[in-house]
């Protein structure tokens, strides 16, 4: 799957760069700043409604199971305008990318391993991956058991929480600059690859939330991919919300 990697504005210094490789090790429950592991066991039955800030319409669904059971090129736009939602975290998904069980790209290609076996589970779970040691990756595994199909969820906007994140994120800015990219989303969850095949259609820990349709998509092909066979490179299977919250290149974008 793609990199994630997000082209810096400036240089770290080295110093920088090994205190949050430090900061963010997998599946340990105190790694940075309000990172944890999932929950040991699966919360009590609870009502499928849940009450969020007032800044969101509520009482807002926790989205089914079966609308995750499709194709990951169907799962993709369908998850613009999604909220994503961790305690009193809330984001609201405005870029994805699809990776499909035939693509050179998809962490599938290599089987099932312990890495990737979320990736073969069924639709609704989590895919959480490491990438370059300090990025968490958040994918939503997409179509039926033993597919090997995903969604990564690449950029957010912030809907409440805000401090929260700001906070796992060491920036104190309400800008696009604060999720648009892959690792700052699964950094602004404070989630570790712990979180891997959690059910996000169950009550408790990370949940997929319904949203409203989105006026206006763009697509295009993802981003970090230049391994992949070249027919899946130049794929459009980027999408996202137009507007601001979405990470570079943004050039390659186009209303479908």
């Not at 009590?44 to 800044?55: F, G, I, W």
């Not at 069980?101 to 490491?130: M, Q």
């Not at 604060?178 to 699964?186: H, I």
Request: proline share 11%; charged share 20%.
């Amino acid at each position: 799957m793609t990199t994630g990697r997000n082209p810096p504005r400036f240089k770290r210094s080295a110093r920088k760069f090994r205190r949050k490789a430090t900061a963010i090790k997998t599946g340990a429950a105190s790694v940075g700043v309000g990172i944890t592991a999932p929950p040991a066991t699966p919360p009590p039955p609870v009502a499928r409604l849940v009450t969020l800030p007032r800044s969101l319409p509520a009482p807002v669904a926790i989205l089914s199971q079966d609308f995750f059971l499709v194709d990951s090129l169907d799962l993709a736009p369908r998850l613009l305008g999604k909220f994503l939602r961790r305690d009193e975290v809330v984001l609201q998904i405005t870029e994805v990318e699809a990776y499909r069980p035939d693509d050179s790209a998809c962490h599938g290609r290599f089987g099932i391993t312990t890495r990737t076996a979320p990736v073969f589970g069924p639709g609704g779970h989590a895919y959480v991956y490491l990438c370059y040691g300090l990025h968490m990756m958040l994918n939503i595994v997409a179509d039926k058991q033993g597919v090997g199909a995903a969604v990564l969820i690449r950029s957010c906007s912030p809907v409440s929480g805000l401090e929260i994140i700001q906070e796992r994120r060491g920036q104190k800015t309400d800008k696009p600059v604060l999720l648009t990219g892959p690792g700052k989303v699964g950094q602004a969850l404070g989630i570790t690859t712990a979180w891997s095949n959690h059910p996000l259609y169950t009550p408790g820990g990370l949940e997929v939330l319904d949203g409203p349709e989105p006026e206006k998509i763009l697509i295009g092909p993802r981003v970090g991919i230049e391994y992949a066979l070249p027919e899946h490179v130049s794929a459009p299977w980027r999408f996202a919300i137009a507007g601001p919250w979405i990470s570079a290149p943004k050039n390659t974008l186009r209303p479908p």
